[in-house]
């Protein structure tokens, strides 16, 4: 059978509705948390950060919610766009001394679809 | 916006034999990193690089890998000995700074496929 690790949780959504796309991150020492969005055949694009001194965090049409006691992280995009079909994943990173690009840790991702 | 450019997009290789992926970092950037994508899998840290010399590397980098900034504005990922498991999309990123909190462009990546 095929791989599970081929298989993205998937976010149908109808233009103009709001898209929650949710991380449940691995490490309680995690202090800062990062959104992608990679289109097909793209490389990673950033979207939007948080720190965990932070519970929410609002960009243009994107929110970060953290949740720190449930190590959970989302997503919220506004009037979600056909051009904001892509997969969402989500990075965590623990700024100790040292700290760098290096030791991020990327969640799996999850596939949003808009449908016109 | 200032971007990433990697060559080539696609590239196809024989088991055993050596590839060079490269990429052009933006140009006031001092860090640069590589990462890896197995098809449907998370992305996955490789290395990075500062001042001419490694200065982070994950378990995957073992010795079959070696980066280079051969000029001043390439930087190349080198492969000695393909093996089936290598192939994956490998994007190139760079950064102003090394902290977690720069935030760090990707490249379009290149599909690496070994047969």
């Known amino acids: 059978g095929e791989s599970v690790g081929l298989h993205l949780p998937t976010l149908s959504v109808q233009e103009g509705d709001n898209s929650i796309i949710n991380c449940a991150y691995s490490?309680?020492?995690?202090?800062?948390f990062i959104w992608y969005k990679q289109e097909s055949g793209k490389g990673p694009q950033f979207i939007i950060d948080?720190?965990?001194?932070?519970d929410k965090r609002q960009g243009q049409r994107v929110t970060v919610l953290l949740n720190k006691t449930v190590k959970h992280l989302s997503l919220q995009i506004a009037a979600t766009q056909p051009g904001d079909s892509a997969v969402y994943f989500c990075?965590?990173?623990?700024?100790?001394?040292?700290?760098?690009?290096?030791?991020?840790?990327f969640g799996k991702g999850t596939k949003l679809s808009v449908k016109p | 916006e200032p971007e990433v450019t990697q060559t080539p997009s696609h590239q196809v290789t024989q088991m055993g034999q050596e590839v060079i992926l490269r990429c052009v970092p933006i140009?006031?950037?001092?860090?640069f990193y590589w990462y890896r994508q197995i098809l449907g899998q998370k992305v996955e840290f490789l290395v990075s690089?500062?001042?001419?010399?490694?200065?982070?590397k994950s378990e995957i980098f073992d010795d079959q890998f070696s980066v280079e900034r051969p000029d001043g504005s390439n930087f190349t990922l080198k492969i000695r000995s393909t093996k089936l498991e290598d192939s994956a999309m490998y994007f190139c990123?760079?950064?102003?700074?090394?902290?977690?909190?720069?935030?760090?462009?990707f490249g379009p990546g290149t599909r690496l496929t070994v047969l």
């Open positions: 990123a760079s950064s102003e700074v090394a902290s977690g909190r720069a935030r760090g462009f």
């Open positions: 490490n309680s020492a995690s202090d800062y």
């Open positions: 948080i720190r965990s001194n932070m």
């Open positions: 990075a965590e990173n623990i700024e100790d001394y040292g700290g760098s690009q290096g030791n991020l840790i």
């Open positions: 140009s006031n950037h001092l860090y």
């Open positions: 690089f500062y001042n001419n010399e490694i200065s982070e």
